[in-house]
């Protein structure tokens, strides 16, 4: 299963409609969550409001959405929890209706999915300020963004890092180079054949692996083979929670070639002007989340079999930002 749709899986506005339609947008809950205002959310400054908050349907989405509801919640807010959405055109869609308020959204599925850009911006700050200026026209208003980039990587295992002492992808082109047998890579079939996946990653590191040394296979096998050793390198995603629980050693995207996804809070700009006590309620939590927040919270959802709702509750409990 994916863990994040990185390209449309449907365009033209008749098809954003189909997704809109099947996504259950018109089901959600109240958040009934008994919490009250920690480092966040003193004075109920949104006392009143109602709002809407949504997510697409992977661990980490759910996470950060259960986040921004039970925030808004702690503040004052009547909040309808509509998290969940399948794909990201839905969730999308969405925010951009005003059928929901907020969620978080990546920088870079921003850029190139839905604004339509092939080339990333290998500056984060640059990557969300272009996102933020494109996405106003859009009535969509984007908060600052975290450290949290869930974006694609190599890793491998303990055994094999021992072995190479391989730090960056600059090392594995090196490694390719003098060893050519060493370099075996376990890869989703979409990263094998996209420009920003193994064939980008081959020309801006001057690789060229023989085809025998790639392995195509779903994701979450991926990550079990390289934990295994079965190949060297395992395509990941830099804040799943299986990177810590197998102790995989990430390579640093020393070029910085891989685009950037930041997560922001991405609000419809209607809502904001309404309720623009939003942003100073999500802003101190946003600051908190970075790659290794991601990958502890998302493992106790992945490999742990938590609840995402509980998972981010407890975080912010432990954090201060709310109270129970």
């Not at 594995?172 to 990653?201: H, I, Q, W, Y």
């Amino acid at each position: 299963m994916r863990y994040r749709v990185r390209v449309a899986t449907a365009t033209g506005s008749a098809l954003a409609l189909l997704a809109l339609a099947g996504c259950g947008l018109t089901s959600g809950s109240p958040l009934v969550d008994d919490v009250q205002p920690g480092s966040v959310g003193k004075g109920e400054p949104l006392d009143g409001a109602n709002i809407t908050v949504t997510s697409k349907e992977f661990t980490e989405q759910l996470i950060l959405g259960a986040m921004m509801g039970i925030a808004f919640k702690a503040a004052g807010a009547d909040v309808l929890d509509r998290t969940g959405i399948q794909g990201s055109i839905g969730a999308r869609e969405a925010i951009k209706s005003g059928d929901a308020d907020a969620m978080y959204e990546y920088t870079g599925t921003a850029w190139i999915t839905y604004l339509g850009n092939s080339d990333p911006i290998p500056d984060p700050q640059k990557q969300w300020e272009a996102v933020r200026d494109a996405d106003k026209k859009n009535g969509i208003t984007w908060l600052p963004q975290a450290a949290l980039n869930n974006t694609y990587a190599l890793a491998m295992n303990e055994a094999n890092f021992k072995k190479y002492g391989t730090r960056t992808l600059s090392d594995v082109a090196a490694l390719a180079k003098s060893n050519p047998g060493a370099v075996t890579l376990c890869v989703e079939s979409e990263f094998a054949n996209r420009a920003d996946g193994l064939p980008g990653m081959e020309k801006a590191y001057g690789m060229k692996l023989p085809a025998g040394n790639i392995t195509q296979m779903d994701s979450g096998i991926i990550y079990t083979q390289a934990a295994k050793g079965s190949c060297t390198f395992g395509e990941v995603y830099t804040t799943d929670g299986r990177i810590r629980a197998m102790n995989l050693h990430v390579m640093e995207d020393d070029k910085k070639f891989f685009p950037n996804y930041n997560a922001a809070p991405s609000i419809n700009t209607k809502a904001l002007d309404k309720y623009p006590e939003m942003a100073e309620v999500i802003e101190p939590i946003t600051k908190k989340l970075n790659n290794t927040v991601a990958q502890e919270l998302n493992a106790k959802v992945d490999v742990d079999g938590q609840d995402p709702h509980d998972v981010a509750k407890d975080w912010l409990v432990k954090e201060g930002f709310v109270k129970e």
